[in-house]
């Protein structure tokens, strides 16, 4: 899929309106079937450690290739990337999850939390404040670091408010998010077992995930 997916993607960013669209029709949604199968070998490998995948179906994770132009100076109708959110409810999903994004300019595999709301994520910073060892256990583990070494994701500029700006886990209180990044060069898509690897790296995440929603489900 790889070398054909990134030269459809290109092509479209380069041509990216909806006469050129409706001309490669036939390419694209032949492409899209094959990524939801690729996202399928996912979810059903991260579904072997996570029963609360099972069942899920690759087609309610990955999103459309259409662009919300609504509010964006940017027109373009089309987003020149494939991407797919996992969870159990698919793509709709406000708590901790999985994310894969295959593009031209990017390609990477996310999980974590993203711009959760403000009382979410007052709840957050107060739970991994009171189980601040277990946490920092989970997410500084030997196999984190090395694919995930830092935190993806807005940061503020100082202490949010209620907190001293020299408090000793300022680093993690200044999260706006908490979410966890690892890119992928196009290299990476030459293996047919490419699903199964992406699950392995999203699988180290699962410890950390299931965190972040006890504490937003507590």
């Given at each position: 899929?790889?070398?054909?997916?990134?030269?459809?993607?290109?092509?479209?960013?380069?041509?990216?309106?909806?006469?050129?669209?409706?001309?490669?029709?036939?390419?694209?949604?032949?492409?899209?079937?094959?990524?939801i199968d690729s996202v399928?070998?996912?979810?059903?490998?991260?579904?072997v450690d996570d029963p609360?995948?099972?069942?899920?179906?690759?087609?309610?994770?990955?999103?459309?290739?259409?662009?919300?132009?609504?509010?964006?100076?940017?027109?373009?109708?089309?987003?020149?990337?494939?991407?797919?959110?996992?969870?159990?409810?698919?793509?709709?999903?406000?708590?901790?999850?999985?994310?894969?994004?295959?593009?031209?300019?990017?390609?990477?595999?996310?999980?974590?939390?993203?711009?959760?709301?403000?009382?979410?994520?007052?709840?957050?910073?107060?739970?991994?404040?009171?189980?601040?060892?277990?946490?920092?256990?989970?997410?500084?583990?030997?196999?984190?670091?090395?694919?995930?070494?830092?935190?993806?994701?807005?940061?503020?500029?100082?202490?949010?408010?209620?907190?001293?700006?020299?408090?000793?886990?300022?680093?993690?209180?200044?999260?706006?998010?908490?979410g966890k990044c690892h890119?992928?060069?196009?290299?990476?898509?030459?293996?047919?077992?490419?699903?199964?690897?992406?699950?392995?790296?999203?699988?180290?995440?699962?410890?950390?995930?299931?965190?972040?929603?006890?504490?937003?489900?507590?």
């Open positions: 899929m790889n070398r054909q997916l990134f030269d459809f993607l290109t092509r479209l960013a380069e041509n990216n309106d909806r006469p050129w669209f409706a001309a490669n029709r036939a390419e694209f949604d032949a492409l899209r079937a094959q990524w399928q070998r996912i979810v059903n490998a991260l579904a609360s995948l099972r069942g899920v179906r690759a087609s309610d994770c990955v999103y459309r290739i259409y662009r919300d132009t609504r509010f964006s100076h940017d027109k373009s109708p089309f987003k020149t990337y494939f991407s797919a959110l996992i969870s159990p409810t698919g793509r709709h999903c406000d708590r901790a999850c999985y994310y894969v994004h295959v593009g031209v300019e990017e390609c990477a595999v996310y999980g974590g939390v993203w711009s959760p709301e403000a009382p979410v994520l007052k709840k957050l910073r107060r739970a991994i404040l009171d189980n601040i060892e277990e946490f920092r256990e989970i997410t500084e583990t030997p196999e984190i670091k090395a694919l995930y070494p830092g935190w993806y994701g807005r940061k503020l500029k100082t202490a949010p408010k209620g907190y001293d700006r020299d408090h000793p886990d300022i680093d993690l209180l200044r999260l706006t998010e908490y890119e992928l060069d196009r290299a990476f898509f030459d293996a047919p077992d490419w699903p199964e690897k992406v699950a392995s790296m999203l699988r180290i995440l699962k410890p950390m995930n299931d965190f972040l929603n006890y504490s937003i489900d507590e």
